[in-house]
């Protein structure tokens, strides 16, 4: 990946103003840039997603006179534009996404996840794990404010109370895969 150069005080003046005409809230919106570009790297698993958001803002810095002139529409949707860009730049050339797992290999292990379900888990939980993982989309968010309705608790304490009891049922599975393969 190419290192850009930090903006010029003038670009950086021009980013400002093109983010908000006053100056306290144009700072304040660039920080929240930063900081959810910051967030949005480190979600993709990137080892230092504050030199990632760095680049992006310099990439866009560098581009702010076009941008005046010819961008319409808000300005954070340009910077996640970049931010993929530049994510992008950072995934090796010969990387290749490893082929899906064939059907038994998934049966072998959907079979050691119940079998872990049901030795390391009690009824309440496992009920909870898998009415955690079910649906999809839309449908996944609603079963899960829906359990957490149900337990009386908050979404997140509901997303910690299923961390915990699948870090307790990694080990179990993990054996149960290794005593497969042996």
Same mark, same amino acid.
């Given at each position: 990946?190419?290192?850009?150069?930090?903006?010029?005080?003038?670009?950086?003046?021009?980013?400002?103003?093109?983010? @908000? *005409? %006053? &100056?306290?809230?144009?700072?304040?919106?660039?920080?929240?840039?930063?900081?959810?570009?910051? !967030?949005? +790297?480190?979600?993709?698993?990137?080892?230092?997603?504050?030199?990632?958001?760095?680049?992006?803002?310099?990439?866009?810095?560098?581009?702010?006179?076009?941008?005046?002139?010819?961008?319409?529409? @808000? *300005? %954070? &949707?340009?910077?996640?534009?970049?931010?993929?860009?530049?994510?992008?730049?950072?995934?090796? !050339?010969? +990387?290749?996404?490893?082929?899906?797992?064939?059907?038994?290999?998934?049966?072998?292990?959907?079979?050691?996840?119940?079998?872990?379900?049901?030795?390391?888990?009690?009824?309440?939980?496992?009920?909870?794990?898998?009415?955690?993982?079910?649906?999809?989309?839309?449908?996944?968010?609603?079963?899960?404010?829906?359990?957490?309705?149900?337990?009386?608790?908050?979404?997140?304490?509901?997303?910690?109370?299923?961390?915990?009891?699948?870090?307790?049922?990694?080990?179990?599975?993990?054996?149960?895969?290794?005593?497969?393969?042996?």
């Amino acid at each position: 990946m190419k290192r850009r150069e930090p903006p010029s005080e003038e670009a950086f003046n021009k980013l400002l103003a093109w983010l @908000n *005409p %006053d &100056l306290n809230k144009a700072a304040e919106r660039y920080q929240r840039l930063q900081f959810r570009l910051i !967030k949005i +790297f480190a979600a993709k698993g990137c080892v230092d997603p504050e030199s990632l958001a760095d680049e992006t803002l310099n990439a866009v810095c560098q581009k702010i006179d076009w941008l005046l002139a010819n961008y319409s529409g @808000n *300005p %954070d &949707l340009y910077f996640y534009g970049v931010a993929k860009k530049i994510f992008l730049e950072q995934i090796p !050339k010969n +990387f290749s996404i490893p082929a899906p797992p064939d059907n038994s290999e998934i049966e072998l292990r959907c079979g050691c996840l119940e079998q872990c379900l049901k030795t390391a888990a009690n009824e309440d939980e496992r009920s909870w794990v898998l009415r955690y993982h079910e649906g999809e989309g839309r449908q996944r968010i609603e079963n899960r404010k829906k359990l957490a309705e149900e337990l009386g608790i908050t979404i997140n304490a509901l997303r910690i109370r299923i961390f915990h009891i699948q870090t307790r049922l990694r080990p179990c599975i993990e054996d149960c895969l290794e005593k497969i393969a042996e």
